[in-house]
Every structure is written in C-alpha cells, then in structure tokens.
C-alpha cells in the first residue's frame, strides 16, 4: 500500500499540468541548515545543470506534499514560490516550511512520504522539470536521538550522503541531544534550568585555532551566530552553514562591520588546507552586574575533517587518435563548465564547414561524425576544430592533421 500511495504521489502533478512540456531530469537539491526541522527557517539549493532549462531563466517551485501551496496556478505561478537565482545554474528558495506550507510541524511528521514532492517550472507552466522529493530531516533527528550519542556532525548533502567528516564548502550542522551531552557533571538540559542561564555558545576554530569565531558573549551579534539552538524536538542544533562562509568573518558590535579572517580573501581560501576544527561548549551565564559571562564549559574537543573532493577540469580528447578522411570520427569533452551547456563545433576542412552540436550532460558531451561522407570530393590535410559552450565562449581550438588512409 506505501508504494502504491508513493506512486500515486509522483503521478498526482502529471494530471495537472495540461499543455506544459514535462523534462524527465530532475535538480539535484540539498538544504542549508544540513538537517532542520520544518519549524525553523531552512534554504533549499537546487543545482540545475543538465535539467533543460535556459540558464537564469525565472523558475518557480510547485509543491505539493505535504500541502500544495499554490494550487490552481499551474498556468500563471504566484510571486511567493518564485526562486532566486544564485547564479552558476544554482536556484535558492528560504522559506520556514510549517508557513510555507501553512500547516503545522506534525504534518511534517507522516512517515508516508520520503520528503517535499516537487517540481519547478517556468511561470507559466510551458516548462516543468522531473518529479523529485526535496530532503527532510525526520530519519537524522531520529536516529541521532536512538544512538544515545551527546552529539553528532552532518555534513554534506543527504542526496550523496551526510558524514561527520566535514569540509569546508559542505553544509554542517552539528546536533546536541540536551539530556546526554554535559558539560562538567551536568547535561544541557540541567544547566539550563539554572538561574544565571542565558543559552549556550561556541567557541570555534579551523586548523587548531588557526581561523577564529570567537564567543564574544557581551556581543548579540556573536551570541546568535555561535549559540545552540533549542529545536521544536527537543534537540540543539549549532547550525554552522558553510563553514567557509561561517569562519570568513566575526561580527562586531552594533554599527561597526564583520572582521573579516583570511577565509574572507578568495586567494587564501583557495590556498587554504583544512585539518580539523576546535571547538568549545559553554554556558552563558549573568554575572551579578547583570553582565554576560563564561560559565562551565567543555574544554578543547576537536573533530578531524573530511578531504573534498573537487570537480575535474575539462578534458577534450577525439577518436581515433590518428584521422583520416575516411574515418568515422568522435569529439568528446568531460568534465565541463556548470553552465557550458551544449557545445557548438565547427570544423574547417579546405572549402568544407562541418557544424553542429556536442549534446550530452556535464560530465560527457560528445558527437560522433561520418568523415567519409562529409568529406567526400573534398582536398584537405587537416581539421580546424572550434568548439564553443552555449554563451559562444571559444572552450576548444585545435587542429587534427589528417593522414592518408590505408
């Protein structure tokens, strides 16, 4: 019966979107925080490369599981599920789903469905991508509270996997379970029902205390970008982002600009090597001038972090390696550009011009060419190849010799 609902799901949107053209490719997705619950103000990413649609086209997200927000407007979407274009064919939508959806967090909590169905589209429905689930959180928070752990680290994206090995342009989170992490020989949750309480903070580095944010506790700034917060399920979340992003500037007080660390120059950051990361747990507390102060705290801990690993550079190559007139001949490019989208070639043999397009998906655009028909009565030695992405950006100039045939 699941599969049967679950199928049914997929298929509901279909019913409704009459003469718009359906893609079959769906964006990759993934959300900053890394895990959150549906009551706290999350940013899905969608990664639209290779879906099929113009680069920085406006697109607009349909919904509907587990409510269908703007229903009825399939033809003319509304202003509200319009997304932001991040740029590099990567969209944003930041919503605090329990309002976005206008229902509350125990909606969020049927164990029927595997996450947010959707699918995006241009305004007025001519163009709709692949059906897809966006990520929730449900099975993390569950697990993290069945494990018995104090705390845990997600990082990454849950398409390809959240690790608590963490890396530097990765969403993190890093969960407490209040009722088991302590600091000294209280839990959180004990602490907190102290009288001097205020909330709890950290105090974080890179590379052992290399790249600060530092715990200024006299500064409101500081105290909502590095304390804990208390989720809806009973949980603290210390919600870091983007850890590049997190520790490339420290708030300072009020009126005065971040201070910015090396990670805030793109050179450095493109230089710098991630080992690990310090962290320290604290209690804020008031002292008896009503000032915020260090109470108990956690000492040094560290995590180890993961290596990441980067997407290749472009590689053309061409087969056979060695040409003739007569052979039948393949252009391949891997590894392309996010927004190279189908690449154009244009080939010069003596008084012949060969052009085309080199279609396929990031990773691999390939055609393959008849050069014994193409070529047939014409004199040339060689191939002038030009091949250029879809904004005419020259991404190729070589020259192919061609032998004689045996």
């Known amino acids: 019966m699941k599969k049967i609902f679950l199928a049914l799901m997929c298929l509901f949107p279909l019913v409704l979107f009459g003469q718009g053209t359906e893609l079959s490719t769906a964006p990759k997705c993934w959300t900053v925080p890394a895990v959150f619950t549906a009551d706290e103000e999350v940013t899905f990413y969608y990664d639209m490369t290779d879906v099929g649609f113009q680069e920085g086209v406006d697109l607009y997200l349909w919904a509907w599981q587990p409510t269908e927000p703007d229903a009825g407007h399939g033809g003319n979407s509304s202003d509200f599920a319009k997304l932001e274009y991040v740029g590099n064919n990567i969209y944003k939508k930041t919503m605090i789903p329990t309002q976005y959806f206008h ?10 469905w595997p996450g947010f169905w959707q ?3 241009t305004k007025d429905g001519s163009l709709w991508s692949g059906v897809f689930a966006a990520p929730d959180s449900r099975l993390e928070f569950a697990n993290f509270k069945k494990s018995g752990a104090g705390i845990t680290f997600f990082s990454g994206k849950k398409s390809t996997g959240l690790t608590e090995k963490f890396t530097l342009d990765e969403p993190l989170t890093v969960l407490f379970n209040p009722d088991v992490y302590k600091l000294g020989d209280k839990t959180l949750t004990e602490l907190a029902k102290d009288a001097d309480f205020v909330q709890f903070g950290v105090h974080s580095a890179l590379n052992d205390w290399t790249v600060q944010q530092t715990l200024d506790v006299w500064r409101p700034a500081v105290l909502k970008k590095a304390g804990l917060k208390k989720l809806s399920n009973g949980l ?15 708030p300072q007080d009020a009126g005065q600009a971040d201070k910015p660390t090396i990670l805030a120059d793109p050179d450095q950051k493109a230089s710098f090597q991630l080992e690990n990361m310090n962290y320290i747990i604290i209690k804020v507390i008031k002292d008896a001038n009503g000032a915020n102060q260090w109470g108990v705290n956690s000492g040094d801990q560290k995590q180890k972090a993961g290596s990441a690993a980067p997407y290749p550079d472009p590689m053309f190559s061409y087969f056979p390696t060695r040409v003739s007139a007569k052979d039948i001949l393949t252009l391949t490019r891997e590894y392309n550009e996010r927004t190279s989208g189908d690449l154009k070639y244009t080939i010069v043999a003596g008084s012949k011009t060969l052009t085309g397009t080199m279609s396929g998906v990031r990773d691999k655009r390939e055609v393959t060419l008849d050069l014994n028909k193409e070529l047939k009565g014409v004199k040339a030695s060689e191939l002038k190849l030009t091949i250029k992405e879809q904004h005419d950006r020259v991404v190729v100039e070589s020259t192919i010799p061609l032998v004689v045939a045996d």
């Open 236 to 250: 603290y979340a210390w919600n870091v982002g983007i850890p590049s992003e997190y520790y490339a500037y420290n």
């Open 119 to 121: 699918r995006l589209k």
């Open 103 to 112: 229902c509350d967090v125990s909606k969020f909590e049927d164990a029927e």
